[in-house]
Nanobody, 112 residues
Framework: VQLQASGGGLVQAGGSLRLSCATSRSLFNMGWYRQAPGKQRELVAVITRGGTTNYADSVKGRFTLSRDNTKNTVYLQMNSLKPEDTAIYYC??????????WGQGTQVTVSS
């Protein structure tokens, strides 16, 4: 299974970015993780095929994860970005209760 992520970049604090991740086949769970310099990788948001979402507390109300099952693609809309959102964002996916497949990271940098 291949995951292709896109959409990172540089934005000022308060701005918005949208990340996309397309997979080569449908996966039950899809989501995003991130890793900031010197920190462990952490969950950002996940979504099931049925549309149930789970968000990290730090992004609730600012980030929205959605998916288009016809395109095997998930979208992470990130609004009101903060400098602490700066990280490499990784797309991931898998079966029920798993995240077995990972895409390449995409850098998100939020300047203050």
């Amino acid at each position: 299974v291949q995951l292709q992520a896109s959409g990172g970049g540089l934005v000022q604090a308060g701005g918005s970015l949208r990340l996309s991740c397309a997979t080569s086949r449908s996966l039950f769970n899809m989501g995003w993780y991130r890793q900031a310099p010197g920190k462990q990788r952490e969950l950002v948001a996940v979504i099931t095929r049925g549309g149930t979402t789970n968000y990290a507390d730090s992004v609730k109300g600012r980030f929205t994860l959605s998916r288009d099952n016809t395109k095997n693609t998930v979208y992470l809309q990130m609004n009101s970005l903060k400098p602490e959102d700066t990280a490499i964002y990784y797309c991931a996916g898998g079966g029920v209760g798993t995240m077995s497949y990972w895409g390449q990271g995409t850098q998100v940098t939020v300047s203050s």
